[in-house]
């Protein structure tokens, strides 16, 4: 019997991987919220969004199976709730928000992982004695409690940039303050946390030294599966925007098998059930420390066309077995390459985009490098500086998934297809978000 599967925030780039899973013959894929209404918006009303997705949940013809999403917020906080008025299978919201609500998930880890846990506090940024009531000392991270792809996340150096910082936060952080708020005060929360909203910051101790990696799993009956671990690469100013993601991840096995530990005690702790998540972490080659930075309680999507050219599937299948209430058995180096990448170009400048490459050009890539992927981000006449929800230091321009027998290749590879890419950004006359990096060296 084919499987009727509601995906809140449906695209076409992961419609295309959905219908090329090997199961999908079973599966009828529906559009619950589009994309670009979800999640590419001013601001985010999560109240009309329930409102009008239990609106076609109920008034749908075909029977509701599973209710899936591979976005962060407010998909991933919007889900549990769907599917509980559904009877579905899904975490609680509760358990989401205890690996989401960035302060919380840092008491709830340090109880549990003490030694993989840097220093932190909560920050009110409105508190206009904000700067002085922080014990942190510098250089520290500050983020809101709930944000996306680092928006809005600062390293802080001095005290200077901790006022600058918070002024800009002050402007700028209800975009995510005002929905997560409402999604806070439908969930059953301690006190001590519920204080604690969408209009605070996190101030954490630097943890971002050694090898970046990201474990994928899920957990189902209280197990927790771990299917793979991904290396995560960085550039830029303060190495803090992401340039490549590679699977499989070159870390030791003896580290691997320590994460894994560590993800274990970490997704029973906060009670996590009957979900993907993926879970990243930082491990010191020289002083073999290993820090946990943070868990998402999805699928990471930018790893997907790396399980498939590595596994020979997307993870997608992973939310869509969970949702139907099966224990999801995932393939292993059954895929076309032995390695594949995620690339994310950026510009680490403002602009105006002049020339992004043309389709002839993408097909080319795609013909001389076969099974790669390319994600164009930009348009003719865009600014760089009205893309949304871009990491504090840079834009992105573009996203190139690509395979290959190593890695010496896979990096010769994409530097090949670079060359065949052409983008003409008219630089303007300040670096990415100036306020931030003007003083900065």
Same mark, same amino acid.
Request: glycine share 6%; net charge negative; proline share 6%.
């Given at each position: 019997?084919?499987?009727?599967?509601?995906?809140?925030?449906?695209?076409?780039?992961?419609?295309?991987?959905?219908?090329?899973?090997?199961? #999908?013959?079973?599966?009828?894929?529906?559009?619950?919220?589009?994309?670009?209404?979800?999640?590419?918006?001013?601001?985010?009303?999560? =109240? *009309?969004?329930?409102?009008?997705?239990?609106?076609?949940?109920?008034?749908?013809?075909?029977?509701?199976?599973?209710?899936?999403?591979?976005?962060?917020?407010?998909?991933?906080?919007?889900?549990?709730?769907?599917?509980? *008025?559904?009877?579905?299978?899904?975490?609680?919201?509760?358990?989401?928000?205890? @690996?989401?609500?960035?302060?919380?998930? %840092?008491?709830?880890?340090?109880?549990?992982?003490?030694?993989?846990?840097?220093?932190?506090?909560?920050?009110?940024?409105?508190?206009?004695?904000?700067?002085?009531?922080?014990?942190?000392?510098?250089?520290?991270?500050?983020?809101?409690?709930?944000?996306?792809?680092?928006?809005?996340?600062?390293?802080?150096?001095?005290?200077?940039?901790?006022?600058? @910082?918070?002024?800009?936060?002050?402007?700028?952080? #209800?975009?995510?303050?005002?929905?997560?708020?409402?999604?806070?005060?439908?969930?059953?929360?301690?006190?001590?946390?519920?204080?604690?909203?969408?209009?605070?910051?996190?101030?954490?101790?630097?943890?971002?030294?050694?090898?970046?990696?990201?474990? =994928?799993?899920?957990?189902?009956?209280?197990?927790?599966?771990?299917?793979?671990?991904?290396?995560?690469? %960085?550039?830029?100013?303060?190495?803090?925007?992401?340039?490549?993601?590679?699977?499989?991840?070159?870390?030791?096995?003896?580290?691997?098998?320590?994460?894994?530990?560590?993800?274990?005690?970490?997704?029973?702790?906060?009670?996590?059930?009957?979900?993907?998540?993926?879970?990243? /972490?930082?491990?010191? *080659?020289?002083?073999?420390?290993?820090?946990?930075? =943070?868990?998402?309680?999805?699928?990471?999507?930018?790893?997907?066309?790396?399980?498939?050219?590595?596994?020979?599937?997307?993870?997608?299948?992973?939310?869509? =077995?969970?949702?139907?209430?099966?224990?999801?058995?995932?393939?292993?180096?059954?895929?076309?390459?032995?390695?594949?990448?995620?690339?994310?170009? %950026?510009? /680490?400048?403002?602009?105006?985009?002049?020339?992004?490459?043309?389709?002839?050009?993408?097909?080319?890539?795609?013909?001389?490098?076969?099974?790669?992927?390319?994600?164009?981000?930009?348009?003719?006449?865009?600014?760089?500086?009205?893309?949304?929800?871009?990491?504090?230091?840079?834009?992105?321009?573009?996203?190139?998934?690509?395979?290959?027998?190593?890695?010496?290749?896979?990096?010769?590879?994409?530097?090949?297809?670079?060359?065949?890419?052409?983008?003409?950004? *008219?630089?303007?006359?300040?670096?990415?978000?100036?306020?931030?990096? #003007?003083?900065?060296?």
């Amino acid at each position: 019997m084919v499987k009727n599967i509601f995906v809140a925030g449906l695209d076409d780039f992961h419609l295309s991987q959905l219908l090329a899973l090997r199961n #999908s013959a079973n599966y009828r894929f529906h559009s619950l919220i589009s994309s670009r209404k979800i999640k590419w918006q001013d601001h985010f009303p999560v =109240e *009309e969004f329930l409102r009008q997705a239990k609106w076609q949940l109920h008034h749908t013809t075909n029977n509701v199976d599973a209710i899936i999403g591979y976005w962060d917020f407010p998909v991933s906080t919007m889900l549990p709730i769907l599917q509980k *008025e559904c009877g579905l299978q899904g975490p609680s919201l509760e358990a989401v928000l205890r @690996c989401e609500h960035k302060y919380w998930s %840092r008491k709830l880890q340090k109880e549990i992982v003490p030694e993989n846990v840097p220093p932190f506090q909560p920050i009110n940024p409105f508190d206009k004695h904000a700067a002085e009531h922080c014990r942190l000392d510098f250089p520290f991270w500050l983020k809101p409690v709930k944000s996306v792809l680092s928006h809005l996340g600062f390293l802080i150096r001095n005290r200077v940039e901790l006022e600058m @910082c918070l002024h800009l936060i002050r402007k700028s952080i #209800s975009r995510y303050a005002k929905p997560f708020n409402f999604i806070m005060q439908i969930a059953d929360l301690p006190e001590d946390i519920r204080t604690i909203d969408g209009f605070f910051c996190i101030a954490e101790g630097l943890i971002s030294h050694g090898r970046q990696c990201t474990l =994928e799993g899920f957990v189902t009956a209280e197990e927790v599966h771990i299917y793979g671990c991904v290396d995560s690469h %960085r550039s830029g100013r303060n190495q803090s925007c992401f340039s490549c993601y590679e699977y499989p991840s070159t870390l030791p096995a003896d580290i691997q098998l320590r994460l894994e530990g560590a993800t274990r005690k970490v997704i029973r702790h906060v009670n996590l059930d009957n979900s993907p998540f993926n879970i990243e /972490f930082y491990w010191d *080659e020289t002083t073999d420390h290993i820090a946990l930075l =943070e868990i998402n309680t999805r699928i990471s999507k930018s790893h997907g066309p790396l399980f498939k050219m590595v596994d020979g599937e997307y993870h997608l299948a992973i939310p869509i =077995e969970l949702g139907l209430g099966n224990i999801p058995s995932f393939p292993v180096g059954e895929g076309e390459f032995n390695v594949a990448g995620k690339f994310m170009l %950026r510009s /680490f400048r403002d602009g105006t985009v002049q020339r992004i490459p043309q389709k002839k050009d993408v097909e080319k890539v795609r013909r001389h490098f076969p099974g790669t992927e390319i994600s164009i981000k930009v348009k003719p006449g865009m600014q760089l500086s009205d893309l949304r929800d871009q990491d504090s230091y840079s834009y992105e321009l573009a996203e190139i998934f690509m395979g290959a027998d190593c890695h010496e290749r896979l990096m010769k590879n994409y530097q090949t297809a670079l060359s065949m890419l052409q983008f003409d950004i *008219e630089p303007g006359l300040s670096p990415a978000h100036p306020d931030i990096l #003007s003083n900065q060296a």
